[in-house]
């Protein structure tokens, strides 16, 4: 437990020193989702038809964006190695690397959505539906992420490989999220899509420290 | 080790398997010429026309054993792979990489036959089942697994990586076909449903079961050659190569 939060504050404060990387990932999203009525035109009830799905996308990809600086940095100058070494065990270790991915890339989008939201004019209901279900979300992408990051470090192509390796893995997540929001918007309950997505949540926050450090010590080995 | 038990792990060096397999490949490939003709020969001189799909529907002798193989051939990487990190054998690792091609090219015929048939029957190539698009989601898998594989360059960690790669991914199949299942029936209704007619005739199912079973050699014969190269590639400055293999 210890190891958890030494981390998550290490990340956080490394993080913070390097403000530049995370608004990167923020403005992304910001950017792409602001291409899309560009792309597909200005009518009000098709953006609003399409919104939960562009929002959701835009989410998936900026935490994309961050996935390969979680790991690479500390291979990169041997304290991964170190980490691997420590009596801490490594799991609890990734488990606060993993939180402080998402508190950096996942949470602004989740704060950043409403906001977008209302350019998409999503009624004020569906905007509160859509940050519970971002909220539920993308944490389980930076967990699932997590595990991409670590398969794919130190390798040729790292970026592009691991969104060909995670993105199949993001489609429930994004089938569910979305379909919470759509649901809402189309006057039906949207409980089952969000009680799914928290299984889900549950099941990979569970599971995802523990298989990325089996494929951290085989990246290491 | 005693003599009274039996040696599970014999095979398991590529040294006494490269032999093995270069014994069983001509049986696979002449089962699967013989399987694999007779199954056309019945799926189109035998099977009766159907009485809804007329002539079109003959290309399921080719796109549903294609797609079983599909998925049953994930599943045996997923079991390779998961003996591969328990024993730490290194035959598992190259079987799994043996066997990905492969299955990415019953996925892709599989989905390629799928247009081909829903062109006449639906009026289009492509419609977004839950069938479809999971069958298109296996696909990617496969991509990602041969992708990651060759991007690595130590052979052990390739079958390290792609083996925890597998399983994931084999545990995730169920979630993400349920998912596409829920999703398209949610949005659409059921719009197009592959479910075929109630009664299929005796000579279909048949002819169905016995491409299934040719496509099954092909894919062990394709493999077991696929691994003997894999291993050849790897083994090659150790002595059994010098001494036996070569020719």
Redesign the interface.
Known sequence: MNGFVMALRRDMVLALRHKSEWLTALFFFVIVTNLLPLGVGPEASLLRKIAPGVLWIGALLSTLLGLPRLFAPDHADGTLEQMALSPIPLPWLVAGKIVAHWLVCGLPVVLMAPLLGLQFDLPVRSLGLLVVSLMLGTPLLSAIGA?GAA??LG????GA?LS??I???Y??AL??GA?AV??DLAGISAQGHLS?LGA?LVVSVFFSPW?TS??LR??L? | MSNSIINWFKYASPASFYPLAGRMIPWFSWLAVVLIASGVWLGLFVAPTDAQQSEGYRIIFVHVPASWMSMFIYCVMAFWSALGLAFNTRLSGMMTAALAPTGAMFAFLSLWTGALWGKPMWGTWWVWDARLTSQL?LF??Y??FI??QS??DDP??AD??GA??AL??VV?IP??YF??Q??NT??QGASVSLTKAPSMAHVMLEGMLVMALGFWSYAIAVALTRVRCIILEREITSEWIKRNAVE
């Open positions: 595990l398969l794919t390798l040729r192509g790292g490989l060909l390796l993105l199949p893995l489609i429930p089938i569910f379909g759509e649901a799914l889900i298989v089996m494929a085989i990246a080995e | 989601i990617f898998l991509l990602g992708a990651l991007a690595i052990r960690r390290r990586a925890l790669l994931v991914g995730n979630v993400i998912s596409v829920w999703w949610l949005h």
